[in-house]
């Protein structure tokens, strides 16, 4: 697969074909030379090319070999040859042990306007700042859901996550990614996973950028068991696009790896690239998926089905069906349901549900859910359509013939962790402090007439 990449900007070396291999869970193997790749082994005595053979895992050696998931790189040389590493200051707004020293729990309703482009110059990794989370990167199990807000490019530095999995939904602005395994553009309306321990430099180049994050703590995505849906539907492991390999040989006097650790940010310096693998095979990669190629199920009779059946990406909790993170979208479709209320219904879940808004409107939200923005419903948090969403579909009545939700795609993280949210995002300028207000004007239709007591008697 072949995708044209158009530069703004000159500086840059991104090139104008990337290739792609598709699939989800594949073994892949690339080489950006021929013949760079070991045959028959992982770790031959001497590599082609002199190259250094290095793996990384993604799982414990010993998880089953469904779950197991590594990679191999051949490389210029091994990530293991630079300075110590140091704390980063500024560290960041990042958290990843959510507890009562570091955030607050709340069951109010939550939501946040879009943030406006940064006012100092901002890069990927200064323009992350954690919203809300549960667990702990250090127990390996919870996640946490960050933000980026940025407008300049990551400069001689990559950055590496070693607390989970990234999960990128840009919202505004594509994202070219350089990664070990390849390159990669990104852009609004896709998305992007960077698993736990890969390194990664962001450009961008189409100046501000913003989108939301999920991150996973020991464990990883995969796609949902479709069930009775049957064999096909939903996303198609062949529409996952994973990078072909890339190097870059040159010297890099001054380069730093930004190493987020239990939420920390430490730096090291290294006088190359680390995006010097100039082959590499394995399970454990980094994807992109176009959401656009969702193929959405939905009910044709009666009623509103859950939106577990727009599952994209499930991280599984260890209890079965019961994910510590699903990524569930909203996207473009069919409504045909009969004597039906077809908007989201009114509800408390026991999970935690955390939104957002990649273009156009949300079916729930008639105006205040805008693209950028966010929300957070959390355990048993009752929430559902506001007030003008519940007038306007009652007024048009039930059979209204088939309607076509059409361009907007918005998205939900849900977890059976209960988020704490940081205190930021609570003392926020661009958190809504009137939301509440969106339901507050839902009139009783009830109407009975009640019968006296003597009426009973006779
Ligand atoms: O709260 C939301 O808007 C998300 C949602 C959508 C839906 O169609 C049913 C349940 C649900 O939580
Ligand atoms: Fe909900």
């Not at 570091?102 to 323009?127: N, V």
């Not at 939420?263 to 010097?276: C, H, I, V, Y």
Request: aromatic fraction near 14%; proline fraction near 9%; hydrophobic fraction near 35%.
């Amino acid at each position: 697969m072949e995708e044209s990449v158009r530069s703004q900007n000159l500086d840059s070396d991104f090139p104008v074909n990337l290739r792609y291999e598709s699939g989800f869970g594949n073994h892949f193997s690339s080489e950006a030379l021929r013949g760079a790749l070991p045959q028959c082994q992982n770790n031959p005595l001497v590599c082609p090319y002199g190259l250094y053979a290095e793996q990384i895992s993604g799982s414990s050696f010993t998880a089953p070999r469904k779950l197991n998931q590594r990679s191999w790189f051949y490389r210029i040389k091994p990530s293991v040859t630079h300075e110590p590493f140091k704390p980063r200051e500024p560290s960041g707004h990042l958290i990843s042990e959510f507890n009562q020293a570091t955030s607050c729990a709340t069951p109010t309703q939550l939501r946040w306007k879009p943030t406006e482009a940064p006012e100092r110059p901002t890069d990927f990794i200064d323009g992350l700042y954690t919203f809300c989370g549960a667990g702990s990167s250090f127990l390996r199990h919870g996640y946490a859901i960050h933000m980026y807000n940025a407008d300049r490019s990551m400069d001689n530095c990559a950055f590496c996550n070693a607390d989970g999995d990234f999960l990128i939904v840009p919202q505004k602005g594509r994202l070219w990614i350089t990664t070990e395994c390849g390159r990669m553009q990104v852009s609004p309306g896709e998305i992007v996973v960077l698993p736990q321990g890969f390194r990664f430099s962001v450009y961008l180049p189409d100046g501000p950028s913003r989108g939301y994050i999920a991150e996973v703590f020991g464990t990883h995505f995969q796609l949902p068991d479709l069930g009775p849906i049957g064999a096909n539907g939903l996303a198609a492991s062949r529409d996952f696009l994973v990078p072909t390999a890339w190097f870059d040989q040159s010297l890099r006097p001054g380069y730093t790896i930004v190493q987020k650790f239990g939420g920390e940010l430490f730096t090291a310096k290294q006088d190359f690239s680390p995006f010097n693998v100039v082959a590499w095979h394995g399970n454990y990669v980094p994807y992109k998926y176009d959401l656009s190629k969702f193929c959405p199920f939905n009910t044709v009779l009666v009623d509103h089905g859950d939106p577990s059946v727009n599952t994209v990406l499930t991280a599984p909790s260890e209890k079965p069906g019961v994910a510590l993170l699903d990524f569930v979208i909203f996207p473009p479709r069919w409504l045909v349901a009969e004597n039906t209320f077809r908007p989201p219904y009114y509800h408390r879940n026991c999970m935690s549900e955390f939104m957002g808004l990649i273009y156009g409107a949300y079916e729930a939200k008639a105006d205040g859910f805008v693209p950028g923005g966010a929300s957070l419903h959390s355990c048993m948090t009752p929430h559902g359509p506001d007030t003008k969403t519940f007038e306007a579909t009652v007024a048009v009545g039930g059979d209204s013939g088939p309607s076509r939700i059409k361009d907007t795609m918005a998205f939900m993280f849900e977890s059976c962790l209960i988020p704490r949210v940081c205190p930021w995002a609570l003392e926020s300028p661009y958190l809504d402090r009137d939301y509440y207000q969106c339901w507050i004007g839902l009139r009783s239709h009830f109407s009975y007439e009640e019968k006296t007591a003597t009426d009973g008697e006779h």
